[in-house]
């Protein structure tokens, strides 16, 4: 007998069909189960084994835009690994400046005057004192300026995050409150 789906599973089902907007809760026949129905031949969600249900986000992956499977995940990594150079700023620490630096470019009231990659370069140089190309700003980032770097663009982020009123300022002292 096929393996059940796992309550996560179900989760993450939920959750990704309420991100891309096709599931609605009193509706039984609303976008999230046609394509159950596509996907598997299946009308009630419930009903999924673990397999179908993997075949289901894998469908909401598509849908989403984003990878579909682990083992496009796993060529990535191998193809970083490969291009890393020891000592240097990590795949790992590269992928969380863009995700700072396009955090702080959601946050931008006004046009960029920079690419993203040149506004990086500015920020690798004022903060890091090396000198950066945008066609290859991580070049000379050694794994350590990598950690400092992702500090210095989550500290931006909070900057501009407190200036557009997405989280509250600090009060001042830090004390117990006398």
């Known amino acids: 007998m096929p393996e059940k789906m796992s309550t996560g599973k179900r989760r993450t089902i939920y959750g990704m069909a309420t991100q891309l907007g096709i599931y609605d809760k009193d509706n039984k026949d609303d976008d999230l189960h046609a394509l159950v129905l596509r996907v598997t ?3 009630s969600i419930g009903q999924l084994t673990e397999k179908e249900a993997n075949l289901v986000i894998r469908e909401m992956v598509k849908l989403k835009g984003g ?4 083992t496009e995940r796993n060529a990535r ?4 690994l490969q291009n890393h150079r020891p000592g240097m700023i990590s795949p790992a620490q590269q992928r969380a400046v863009w995700f700072q630096m396009y955090r702080l470019e959601e946050l931008d009231t006004e046009p960029p005057q920079l690419s993203r990659a040149e506004r ?6 004022k903060y890091l004192r090396v000198d950066a190309a945008a066609k290859d700003p991580f070049r ?19 900057y501009e995050e407190r200036r557009a009123g997405k989280i ?3 009060c001042g002292g830090g004390g117990n409150g006398r």
């Open 120 to 125: 990086l370069c500015a920020i690798i140089k």
């Open 67 to 70: 990878q579909t499977t682990k």
């Open 41 to 43: 031949g299946k009308e």
């Open 168 to 170: 509250p300022q600090r």
């Open 140 to 158: 000379f980032v050694t794994l350590e300026d990598g950690g400092t770097l992702i500090e210095v663009l989550k500290k931006m982020v909070r």
């Open 77 to 80: 990594k191998k193809k970083d």
